[in-house]
């Protein structure tokens, strides 16, 4: 099973990032799928969540800025993060769950500057 994750960068406050995970090895289309960040001394976070129906969750920390999605054709998730913040700093994960089941992506880094 792989999760690869890309899309992360520098970027100043105020703009976008677009973060892609494409996944392999699992039947995608089972699987909820979410990402999470980790920022340094900080414990890991959930940003955003979507089930295989497609419904999606978010912590009011991103909600309104952040969006995530999936296509089911491409085996991948995104998130699109828009007004982004230097708080928005970290190190973003995907994950793949279903029952027992969970995988995590390498993660991808993205630094907002101010």
Partial sequence: VQLQASGGG????GGSLRL????SG???GNYAMAW???APGKQRELVASITSGG????????RGRFT???DKAKNTVYLQMN????????VYYCNAKRGG????GQGTLVTVSS
């Fill in 10 to 13: 520098l970027v100043q406050a």
């Fill in 20 to 23: 892609s995970c494409t996944v």
């Fill in 26 to 28: 699992i039947v995608f």
């Fill in 36 to 38: 999470y960040r980790q």
């Fill in 55 to 62: 419904s999606a969750k978010y912590p009011d920390s991103v």
């Fill in 68 to 70: 995530i999605s999936r």
């Fill in 83 to 90: 007004s982004l913040k230097p708080e928005d700093t970290a």
């Fill in 101 to 104: 089941f969970e995988f995590w």
